[in-house]
Structures are given as structure tokens and as C-alpha cells.
């Protein structure tokens, strides 16, 4: 047991929660980030930032680069995803999509984190979101947060990060600019008290 109160002996990894980042963490990457954690085990950690939406490229650019549209397709097909956000997931492998969905879409690589949120890495999804057969709630994010074995520990006893229950009404949400402040309110911790000193919730 260390002074998160957390075991890291299998019972305690953090997949399904979501990291906070702390004031003064020192990595400005994740200044104020949200972060889903998808998969964590005794080898590392995977997730993904939240509430970082990109302004390039537009969804639409995305989507052509990726040729699973045409240029000439963009407008004809843009209804089915004029409300898919392009966010930074992280800042390993950026050239790379990830999508995090509502769980009525299953392909054959889909990871169900919990009931609510799944992952899945592949072309398939990207053509079902493009042709309306897509999940219902999307966030579709260019790379992901990673650590190697034992990193997240010392970063979380180091008071790097809050640990908080995940809500996908906050990962799913389109006010990115309150999805900090939201996350926070699962604690019951108000950020204006929170300092770089402040212990875990």
C-alpha cells in the first residue's frame, strides 16, 4: 500500500477511471488534461486525452487523407459526421486514430473498456461513421498517452494525477472547455482550492 491508498496488485488498475491532471504536474502536455485510461496491467498503461479537440485537420480533410472518402464525396456524406470531434489523444503515435464509441458498434479488434465505452483502431469504423452506420457517440482522437511499466504509479504517488470514477456523458461532451472542471466534480473537488501540493481525493 502506498500513500495513494492504491495496491497497484492487480485489483486497483486504473482501466475504466479517469487521470486529472494536477497543478504543476511539470509535463505541460497535459496541463488541465482529462485522460480515459483504456487498459492498464503490470507492463503499462494506455489512454487517452479527453477534452483536447484539434482545429486541424477538419474532420472531413481527416477523412480524405485517409482515402476513405473523395473530395468530391466530403459534402454528399458530411451529415453522418458533421458532429465527430478530431481530438489529441496523446503524444505517442499522433499519426495514428483511435476511436472511442458507445458500445452498439463491435468489430473484430473492438477493446469494451466497461459498459459504456469501447475502443476500436481500425478502417472499419472509420467507413461505418462515414456511411451513417457508425456508434452513436464518438470521439475520434490522432495518438495516445502512454507509460511504460511502474511510470503512472510514481507519476500518481508523486501527486502528477487525480484518480476519478469515468462518466461518458464527460468523455462523450462537446464543451470541451468543462470537461476539466466536470471531471473534478466526480470528486467533489472544486478547482479553484486545488494547489501542486494538494493530496489525492
Known sequence: MNETGINF????????????????????????????????????????????ALSTPSISDFFTQLGIINKDEALDLS?????????????VEPGRGFVLHSPEFKGESTLCVDENVCLTATLEILRA???????????????????????????IISNGWLISLADSK????????????????????????????????
Open 9 to 52: 496488485d492487480g485489483s486497483d488498475y486504473l482501466e475504466g477511471k479517469f487521470l486529472i491532471a494536477m497543478p504543476g504536474m511539470g509535463d505541460t502536455r497535459f496541463e488541465k488534461s482529462v485522460i480515459y485510461i483504456c487498459a492498464h496491467t503490470e507492463k503499462g498503461a494506455m489512454g487517452f486525452m479527453i477534452n483536447r
Open 79 to 91: 451529415s453522418n459526421y458533421k458532429n465527430v470531434q478530431l481530438y489529441t489523444g496523446g503524444p
Open 129 to 155: 461513421i462515414v456511411t451513417g452506420k457508425g456508434p452513436k457517440k464518438i470521439l475520434l482522437a490522432l495518438g495516445y498517452s502512454g507509460w511504460a511499466a511502474g511510470q503512472l504509479e510514481e507519476e
Open 170 to 201: 464527460v468523455i462523450f461532451g462537446r464543451n470541451n472547455t468543462l470537461k476539466y472542471e466536470q471531471a473534478l466534480n466526480i470528486l467533489g473537488v472544486d478547482p479553484l482550492l486545488l494547489s501542486p501540493d494538494a493530496g489525492h481525493a
